[in-house]
């Protein structure tokens, strides 16, 4: 009898050649799946179930995880504003774990033998996959053709063509992975530490011209994006696909992420992602009006452990679920609209309006007038404030 063996497969040109090599080569009962986090519609995955029964696969499944990825995962990302190297909206990063563990958990349902996902030897994704199937289905096999065979794309399109695959593989010249919170993009450019990606590496292309520009508002209830343009949704997910499509035509959100790999190298990945910088930085914003100071000094701290440990493929670690709790907590009042002007390969965040904007004018306003002090009490404030740094100075003269 064939050993069952579940692929993680997202109908790229790195899946495509495991779901023939593992079957073929290596004599697999291959069961394909696919974990939709936001980068398909219905059409795309009609598509890829298609190419991959034409592959040889005994089976193919998708599972929808849009609202679950960001359940439990994606609005942490926003109520921290975490930005890795404070640029990268962890887009992949956090897809690949939320993946790892449906694929788990199907891999333990059909009582499969093997897995296997098609990840290098030289990124980051090959640990997230290995991390979460160790925790979740560690009396399963991993297998991964790609980083075991050391294979180049090159060689990966050799196989292909050998075996009559037709697909678009001059588009498999760039490695694309797209999502509800971004879209990597990889390539030869990406290789270096000068060069750009193309114009036509991205997905979405600017639409509109230099002087174009659009207003919109974003509507936050507890942290959480639940309208724009008073439109409002059932779920997060909705208002965050809206926002791509209203942003997406001024191709928005560009950017090549520069930092250190899991495996201990320096790495730049392309990336677009619209409407997850749109929504952290507004998120941020109206954050600094309705936080306390300390809220947002430590909130700052925890969620760059949160962003970095994600990153780093430890995210069923449980001080995560505690960070978590924290985060929560956290944005009990950050309620209220930011408005946004959207313009080519930019945006402007113009203000904000909130029940909880602690920029109250009775209290006083910054740099013309106190309500609620007088000058004296802010001169005995600065003495106290500053005798111990006065004794310090006076005795450490000479240091």
Not at 138 to 160: F, G, H, N
Not at 289 to 316: C, D, I, M, P, R
Not at 339 to 344: A, E, I
Not at 361 to 369: C, L, N, V
């Amino acid at each position: 009898m064939m050993q069952k063996l579940v692929l993680a497969y997202s109908g790229g040109l790195d899946t495509s050649y495991c779901a023939i090599y593992l079957s073929k080569e290596l004599g697999y009962e291959v069961h394909a799946i696919t974990v939709n986090t936001g980068g398909f519609n219905d059409e795309d995955i009609k598509g890829i179930e298609k190419r991959a029964l034409e592959l040889g696969v005994s089976s193919y499944t998708c599972v929808n995880a849009v609202e679950s990825y960001y359940d439990s995962c994606v609005k942490y990302l926003i109520y921290g504003n975490v930005l890795k190297n404070h640029t990268y909206p962890l887009s992949v990063s956090a897809e690949r774990t939320i993946q790892a563990q449906e694929i788990a958990n199907y891999a333990n349902q059909i009582n499969a033998d093997a897995i296997a996902h098609g990840s290098t030897g030289a990124g980051n994704d090959q640990v997230r996959f290995d991390v979460i199937f160790h925790i979740l289905c560690p009396q399963i096999d991993i297998i991964t053709p790609i980083r075991d065979l050391k294979l180049s794309r090159e060689a990966e399109i050799a196989y292909l063509k050998a075996n009559g695959v037709d697909m678009d593989f001059e588009k498999a010249a760039y490695s694309v992975n797209k999502g509800l919170w971004g879209t990597s993009v990889g390539g030869k450019e990406t290789l270096t530490s000068h060069q750009n990606l193309p114009e036509e590496a991205f997905t979405n292309q600017l639409q509109k011209s230099i002087n174009d520009q659009q207003d919109i508002a974003l509507h936050f209830k507890k942290g959480e994006l639940i309208g724009v343009n008073n439109k409002e949704f059932s779920h997060p997910t909705q208002a965050i696909q809206y926002l791509e499509t209203l942003a997406a035509p001024f191709a928005i959100g560009r950017d090549i992420h520069v930092g250190d790999t899991i495996v201990g190298i320096k790495g730049r990945v392309g990336f677009e992602a619209a409407a997850a910088l749109i929504t952290i930085k507004a998120h941020h914003l109206l954050e600094k009006h309705t936080l306390s100071k300390f809220q947002l000094q430590v909130k700052t701290q925890l969620a760059e452990n949160y962003g970095t440990w994600l990153h780093e493929a430890l995210f069923l670690d449980p001080v995560m679920r505690d960070m978590e709790a924290f985060l929560n907590a956290s944005q009990n009042t950050v309620n209220g609209t930011v408005f946004v002007t959207l313009k080519p390969y930019r945006f402007i965040l113009n203000g904000i309006s909130s029940p909880n904007d602690l920029m109250a004018s009775k209290y006083g306003s910054y740099g013309e007038m106190n309500l609620a002090w007088s000058g004296d009490d802010v001169k005995g404030y600065s003495k106290i404030v500053s005798n111990s740094l006065k004794i310090y100075h006076q005795i450490n003269q000479s240091y």
